[in-house]
């Protein structure tokens, strides 16, 4: 009996000093930071039945970009200027995904609404439309601007370092973006389209001046900032397509 009682002494013992180290070990939590790109809800138009598209550089205001506290007024034209072209090639890469448009290349848009101010105005001068149409084979002019672009970080002590860049506990990204698809044959606002997203990840590092030069030649990555210019394009897409007439068929 004794033999079994020591055996059993030693049993506790051991068990009570497990119990013991994992009360000192450092305690470990899994944190889901996964960020998701929003699926397309839009049911695939045959091509034969796609709008062809033309898409100049979109505008961007200068109070719209706000980097956590950095003061941005010092940035130049130049630099909305590439940041509105950047974010339109996003947008004809997500629209070509959207399988809703056929796109023209761009090469020459810029040059003609630059003559005519259009991009800046917002006027939308008919003859110009039309002559758009004749030199891309468009038939419907996007008009796009970025009306807010922010990245903010907070708790622990957040900050954002240098001019871009930075590291916090929170990091949120909110963009919205508004576009007008006209025809270039009667400058008619045949849809509008606008969307807005917001995305945070916590404990994470955002280098975003690298983000923002990637996104000012078209580029994009897999960070916050990225997913919400590309979910917030992807919103506006859906938003116009959803109230875009049918394309007329030959016969009509």
């Known amino acids: ?86 974010v339109a090639d996003i947008f004809i890469a997500e629209a070509y995904e959207s399988q809703q448009f056929r796109i023209t290349e761009r090469a020459e848009i810029d040059k003609v609404l630059f003559e005519q101010d259009l991009a800046q105005s917002g006027r939308v001068n008919p003859e110009t439309a039309a002559a758009l149409g004749r030199i891309e084979g468009a038939e419907l002019l996007v008009l796009g601007s970025v009306s807010e672009f922010g990245v903010q970080t907070t708790g622990g002590g957040g900050r954002v370092l240098g001019i871009f860049g930075g590291f916090a506990e929170t990091v949120t990204a909110r963009v919205a973006v508004e576009i007008r698809l006209v025809d270039t044959v009667t400058a008619e606002i045949m849809a509008i ?57 030959a016969e009509q």
């Open 1 to 86: 009996m004794s033999t079994v009682m020591t055996t059993y002494t030693r049993f506790l013992g051991a068990l009570l000093a497990l119990v013991m180290l994992a009360a000192c070990a450092p305690s470990v939590s899994v944190e889901d930071t996964s960020v998701r790109l929003r699926e397309f809800k839009l049911e695939p138009v045959p091509r034969d039945e796609r709008w062809v598209i033309a898409v100049p550089s979109f505008t961007v205001g200068s109070g719209s970009v706000r980097i956590g506290s950095v003061d941005l007024s010092k940035e130049g034209p130049e630099f909305y200027r590439e940041l509105g072209s950047g």
């Open 193 to 249: 389209g606008r969307g807005i997203s917001e995305v945070s990840q916590r404990n994470v590092t955002v280098d975003v001046a690298n983000v923002m030069t990637d996104l000012r030649v078209g580029r994009t990555g897999t960070t916050i900032v990225d997913y919400a210019v590309r979910n917030a394009i992807r919103a506006a897409i859906e938003n116009a397509a959803c109230s875009l007439p049918e394309k007329p068929t």
